[in-house]
């Protein structure tokens, strides 16, 4: 078996006789923290949601844990998404639902279930995002947009999942803002020594947060690195896209 966590060899996938992967092909360690960049449309979400098994590729392996998640099964599928927690863009709480039962949606899948215990389950995670059991009972309205962001990473870690996705995790926040939810980032990953992987736009959360850095560009991954050479990566694509100039190689 492979040693990777995630391994992506050579994966396609067109819409509508268009390439959006044309041959990627990526490794994730265990206990790494991996972010992609690229441009909108460049992929990044069907990347994602091509290793959950929500999109099938039309060519090439992905394999968790050696296992080829292409070729699984719904079942299969199932079991194997209990191994991620997720960060949605824009937090993704359910405002019917207090911050506690937000906190332990993926652990009860939603229903009612020992209050009692998903109470002190939701309290001990909004601790490790740096947020007291007062707001157990508040609705996630009732909350600031970084508040929100704490809370949704407090419930993609309360199942204690292997992987976790961070998609755009500091879209939407002011600058320190942004880097308090980057700070808490790496100390849950270093915590809890999950594999992390993010796909972002902010180039200084994708330096802070990731342990190495890789670029999609036109289907491929044309560049990655360890963070600390994003800015110094040699290759003009990544030149362009990462200091945000319009003159370059990318149209
Ligand atoms: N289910 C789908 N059916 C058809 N086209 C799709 C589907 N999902 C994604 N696409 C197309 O694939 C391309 C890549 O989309 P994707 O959402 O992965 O980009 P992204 O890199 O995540 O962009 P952004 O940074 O804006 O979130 C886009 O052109 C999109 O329209």
Not at 77 to 104: C, I, Y
Not at 186 to 191: G, T
Not at 202 to 231: C, E, F, N, T
């Amino acid at each position: 078996m492979a040693g990777e966590k995630i391994l992506l060899e050579d994966v396609r996938k067109s819409f509508a006789g268009r390439a959006v992967l044309d041959g990627v092909n990526l490794a994730i360690e265990p206990g790494e923290s991996l972010a992609i960049i690229g441009q909108s449309g460049s992929g990044k979400s069907v990347t994602l949601k091509c290793i959950l098994g929500l999109i099938r590729p039309d060519a090439g392996r992905i394999l968790v844990d050696g296992e080829d998640v292409t070729a699984m099964r719904p079942a299969q599928l199932e079991k194997l998404r209990t191994k991620f927690g997720m960060l949605f863009q824009g937090s993704a709480l359910f405002d019917s639902l207090p911050v506690w039962r937000n906190v332990t949606f993926g652990i009860t899948q939603g229903r009612m279930r020992e209050p009692a215990r998903m109470r002190m389950i939701a309290e001990e995670n909004l601790e490790r995002v740096g947020l007291d059991g007062r707001i157990l009972n508040l609705r996630p309205s009732e909350l600031s947009g970084g508040m929100q962001k704490r809370v949704a990473l407090a419930r993609a870690i309360a199942p204690r999942p292997e992987i976790i996705f961070f998609d755009e995790p500091t879209t939407g926040l002011d600058p320190i803002r942004a880097d308090v939810i980057n700070d808490l980032i790496v100390s849950l990953v270093d915590d809890l020594g999950v594999t992390a992987l993010t796909i972002t736009h902010d180039m200084a959360s994708a330096r802070k947060i990731a342990h190495r850095v890789a670029m999609l560009y036109q289907g491929r991954i044309i560049w990655r690195g360890p963070r600390d050479r994003l800015y110094d990566s040699g290759n003009p694509y990544v030149d362009q896209f990462v200091l945000g100039r319009a003159e370059g190689p990318i149209k």
